[in-house]
């Protein structure tokens, strides 16, 4: 599996069983899981040390307390059980369909990954923001997401009906898909120090795995598994932050997910 796992271009080319069992699956997302923790455990020093670099070297505001208070207002503004839905659940199944649905490489896919990716970050362009606040957020929501359907076929229309991507680019399409997946969790640091902007993939490394072994999933057992596993590692990080907060466990976990804006 391992060799598997590092030959990133035969993602796509994955050996399938004939008739693999839902056992089997399971046992394989659980040596992902537990291949992707004892990585997180080498690199989380990283984290500290660039933290520690920016804080007592650059002499600037701590970046991983940041990402702590973004957490924690993200707890206040929905409430815990809201979040723990969003987190370990909701925000998966978007991002996998932003980010690992579109690899099977079909048109269809391809366009739903563009039209959820357009909704999910849509908030983020100002004039989204200006109309938002102008009618209220609940109601920009619901019209964006009513959107989503009309953008889908709009996209899936301008594609070409007989869509075909060679070997080569089907690994660049992977290893983009993978770093875009752990440079979009730099906005749970937000607000960013732009002068550090460069330190900030240091702090997305733990995600950058994640993405690796996430994908791996989606082309071994197929693409829902890779949801259960992004699911997996979110519940287990939630978990750990609610022992550390209750038991005040010194754990620091930062599960996969997005801040959330109103807008």
Not at 53 to 75: E, G, M, P
Not at 154 to 173: E, H, T
Not at 195 to 203: F, R
Request: glycine share 8%; proline share 6%.
């Amino acid at each position: 599996m391992l060799k598997e796992l590092f030959n990133l271009s035969g993602f796509p080319y994955l050996p399938q069983e004939a008739t693999p069992s839902v056992k089997e699956k399971i046992f394989t997302l659980l040596k992902v899981y537990g291949l992707i923790f004892l990585s997180l455990l080498f690199v989380g020093p990283f984290t500290y040390l660039a933290d520690t670099f920016v804080t007592h070297v650059i002499h600037a505001k701590s970046i991983r307390q940041q990402n702590d208070v973004s957490f924690q207002h993200l707890i206040q503004k929905l409430g815990y059980g809201v979040a723990l839905l969003y987190i370990c659940i909701i925000g998966p199944v978007l991002e996998e369909t932003v980010f690992r649905l579109p690899l099977s490489f079909k048109r269809g896919h391809i366009a739903l990954g563009i039209s959820v990716a357009i909704f999910l970050f849509g908030s983020l362009l100002p004039p989204v923001k200006a109309f938002s606040h102008s009618i209220g957020a609940g109601y920009a929501l619901l019209i964006r997401l009513a959107l989503v359907p009309v953008i889908y076929f709009i996209i899936k229309k301008l594609l070409p009906v007989n869509l075909s991507v060679g070997r080569a680019y089907k690994k660049v399409f992977v290893i983009i898909s993978i770093c875009l997946f752990g440079l979009m969790h730099i906005s749970n640091y937000a607000p960013l120090q732009w002068q550090l902007i460069w330190i900030y993939p240091v702090y997305v490394l733990p995600q950058l795995i994640m993405g690796w072994g996430i994908t791996y999933i989606r082309f071994k057992n197929g693409f829902i598994w890779g949801i259960a596993l992004h699911c997996l590692i979110n519940s287990v990080a939630m978990g750990l932050s609610y022992v550390d907060k209750t038991h005040t466990v010194p754990v620091k976990v930062h599960p996969v997910h997005v801040v959330m804006k109103k807008g």
